[in-house]
């Protein structure tokens, strides 16, 4: 079944440890986006990739980095976590970046930084 | 920056109808999304909106007044399994989605 993966589901990190929460997507698309979810706050995008090859920052970059070796992968990395990362963190993807097209999300990775 | 306002909880009867509203001020205007997510699942698609008016799917619509900044998204007859949360999503300058904090809807028997 198409779609997109994520791998944990979850995640229980201590404080400055690196992780790195992977993302699949076997739907051909082109762009593809990180997401944290926080109570109260709503999805805010981290980082996103419009085709392979490309990054860009997005609302909380901070502390977070990407990159998009191929078409179907897109792995986040934290590269020292701390505390106020512990959150829900989506991956998505679209079948391009220019229009607003219908993004579609991984089950989510719960991540815990103690 | 962006601004999406929705309201955090509601609460309706199995079978009846409810409407949650959404407002906006964003830097640029490329789409309205909603989107359903279930405790503890992925958001999925709803509908979609970039012209003024209603977007009718089965027994969700979605309208959609870009003069006055404000979408709401109409659940009707409503089923126990519509208890979850919807997302408002803005399309902006950039095609990039912001998000509001989402509307839990509690469906009651």
């Known amino acids: 079944i198409a779609g997109i993966t994520q791998a944990p589901t979850s995640q229980i990190l201590a404080a400055g440890r690196r992780m790195t929460l992977r993302c699949t997507q076997d739907?051909?698309?082109?762009?593809m986006y990180w997401y944290r979810q926080d109570l109260g706050l709503g999805l805010r995008l981290i980082h996103y990739?419009?085709?392979?090859?490309?990054?860009g920052k997005g609302e909380v970059p901070d502390g977070y980095s990407v990159s998009r070796a191929n078409t179907d992968d897109f792995p986040l990395t934290l590269a020292s976590a701390v505390p106020s990362q512990t959150s829900v963190y989506f991956c998505?993807?679209?079948?391009?970046?220019?229009?607003?097209?219908?993004?579609?999300f991984g089950p989510g990775t719960r991540l815990t930084v103690l | 920056g962006q601004n999406i306002d929705q309201p955090t909880e509601m609460t309706a009867t199995e079978g009846a109808i409810v409407q949650i509203n959404c407002t906006y001020q964003?830097?640029?205007?490329?789409?309205l999304f909603w989107y359903q997510q279930h405790a503890g699942e992925a958001p999925t698609f709803l509908s979609y909106?970039?012209?003024?008016g209603l977007e009718e799917k089965g027994r969700f619509s979605s309208f959609l007044s870009r003069s006055k900044g404000y979408s709401y998204l109409l659940l009707k007859e409503l089923q126990m399994k519509d208890s979850a949360s919807y997302l408002c999503?803005?399309?902006?300058?950039?095609?990039?989605?912001?998000f509001g904090a989402g509307t839990t809807v509690t469906v009651r028997a």
């Open positions: 964003t830097s640029g205007f490329n789409g």
């Open positions: 999503a803005v399309a902006g300058d950039d095609y990039k989605l912001s």
């Open positions: 909106n970039v012209l003024d």
């Open positions: 739907m051909r698309h082109n762009a």
């Open positions: 998505a993807s679209s079948s391009t970046s220019g229009g607003a097209d219908t993004q579609y």
């Open positions: 990739s419009n085709t392979a090859g490309t990054t």
